[in-house]
């Protein structure tokens, strides 16, 4: 008999109230790092091992990233803190106009908005694409991972019928699930998805981007 695959088990962590005074997020510094194993959903495989480190601060925020499999990868920068203006988590990795919010503008379980921006492929800016982000947080909950324990806002992306850059796709579609830790300014988990339609094809029939997870197993 074959043995079954699982897929990577949906993320528990104990619910709390509201935190009182509300966290601040702690500000960005040359030298913080965060590293993430980054798993396959459907089956659980490890696809790599990612380093997201913050090598400049100013106008401008830069996360430099490495994989231990894919080597250098696409940089993240932020202007100002919290909002995002070249966006590699997606592929293609994306230079928004205006900056996206990264998590929830206020850290609070009823917090919800909706951003507008268009987006540019990075390395080809001839290209402009519509993007729009509903961002609603649920509830604050504390995570236990690899690298600890943390308290955490888990909050839910949708990012429905965005454009692509890819003409051939009619229809597409992402959504994802975070857990943000104000304590280390980034996720402690983040479990993104997206499916997209070709001409002719429905719903039912969607084609999957990669389903992964992103879990914290060190930081400094």
């Known amino acids: 008999m074959a043995a079954c695959i699982s897929s990577q088990p949906y993320p528990k962590g104990i619910v709390e109230a509201q935190p009182q005074p509300t966290p601040t997020v702690r500000p960005p510094k040359v030298g913080q790092e965060w590293v993430y194993q980054v798993r396959n959903v459907f089956n659980q495989e490890v696809i790599d091992v990612i380093t997201e480190k913050v090598v400049s601060v100013g106008d401008q925020i830069r996360i430099s990233r490495s994989g231990i499999k894919a080597g250098p990868l696409p940089d993240e920068i932020q202007s100002p803190w919290g909002y995002v203006i070249q966006d590699p988590h997606w592929s293609p990795p994306q230079k928004f106009a205006p900056a996206v919010p990264v998590w929830p503008v206020q850290l609070n379980a009823k917090s919800s908005g909706y951003y507008q921006s268009r987006y540019q492929v990075l390395g080809y800016p001839d290209g402009s694409y519509f993007w729009g982000l509903s961002m609603d947080a649920s509830q604050w909950e504390r995570l236990s991972v690899t690298?600890?324990?943390?308290?955490?806002?888990?909050?839910?992306?949708?990012?429905?019928?965005?454009?692509?850059?890819?003409v051939f796709r009619v229809s597409n579609y992402r959504e994802e699930d975070l857990w943000f830790s104000p304590e280390i300014g980034r996720w402690v988990i983040r479990r993104s998805f997206g499916r997209y339609l070709l001409g002719g094809?429905?719903?039912?029939g969607a084609l999957w981007e990669d389903y992964l997870e992103w879990e914290l197993i060190s930081w400094k």
């Open 147 to 166: 690298a600890g324990q943390f308290l955490t806002l888990k909050y839910h992306n949708e990012i429905p019928y965005f454009q692509s850059q890819d």
């Open 201 to 204: 094809m429905r719903w039912n």
